[in-house]
């Protein structure tokens, strides 16, 4: 019930191509989705999020979308970099101000070729 | 934007003795402190959760009198790996949560512990 599927592990992109991401949750109560950056050495950063009453969601080169029915969402990258090299989590919770705790996925290992 | 920081950004102990890691809320409130250890190429796993002013509630299998979590004030968190072996080598990170803000979790930068 807490899971999130996070794929693929691993994802190599040439350099202004797209890079997608896919992650899948079970607990229909999460109304949080939100996509971390996390870099060699470093926490997480937040990269952007989502709230399950918009479709979409776009922040310059990065876009989420999701499907409430299927339970998944994604993220996007357009014109990918190679300085987006970096692994990415997808997250979900229930509220992001309650205190309640973050389920993370996998991750997810962007190589972007130049 | 809110501002965790975290320290030491690494540590090398030897076996045997203790470490204590900081996170500070800088700009906010920080009602809740989550930690997390996160092992190479893995997800990060939740170790234990803090309410300021309560006792830390800690995730299944991971042991409190090792791992003890202090967050007496808004702002200041601390996790202390007691009597630290060589099989608590991770990295080490802390999120913070406010009830009265809409950052929702903000992340320190993390401290890599070593234990030799």
């Known amino acids: 019930q807490q899971q999130v599927k996070q794929s693929p592990q691993s994802l190599i992109v040439q350099k202004g191509g797209i890079s997608i991401i896919n992650c899948a949750y079970e607990?229909?109560?999460?109304?949080?989705f939100p996509w971390y950056q996390q870099f060699p050495g470093k926490g997480p950063a937040l990269l952007i999020a989502i709230r399950p009453d918009v479709s979409e969601k776009k922040e310059g080169r990065f876009t989420i979308s999701f499907n409430k029915s299927a339970k998944q969402f994604s993220l996007h990258i357009m014109d990918s970099q190679p300085g987006d090299s970096a692994t990415y989590f997808c997250?979900?919770?229930?509220?992001?101000?309650?205190?309640?705790?973050?389920?993370f996925g996998e991750g997810t290992q962007l190589t972007v070729n130049p | 934007g809110a501002v965790v920081s975290q320290h030491p950004s690494w540590v090398i102990c030897k076996s045997g003795t203790s470490v204590k890691i900081e996170c500070r809320s800088l700009d906010f409130q920080a009602t809740t402190m989550f930690w997390y250890r996160q092992f190479p190429k893995q997800s990060l796993m939740l170790m234990a959760t803090s309410n300021e002013g309560s006792k830390a509630t800690y995730e299944q299998g991971v042991e409190k009198d090792k791992f003890l979590i202090n967050h007496a004030s808004l702002t200041l968190s601390t996790l202390t790996v007691t009597s630290a072996h060589p099989e608590d080598s991770s990295f080490y990170i802390c999120s913070a949560s406010s009830r009265t803000s809409n950052y929702g979790y903000t992340f320190g930068s993390g401290t890599r512990l070593t234990v030799v």
């Open positions: 997250a979900a919770s229930i509220g992001d101000t309650s205190g309640s705790r973050l389920t």
């Open positions: 607990n229909t109560a999460f109304d949080y």
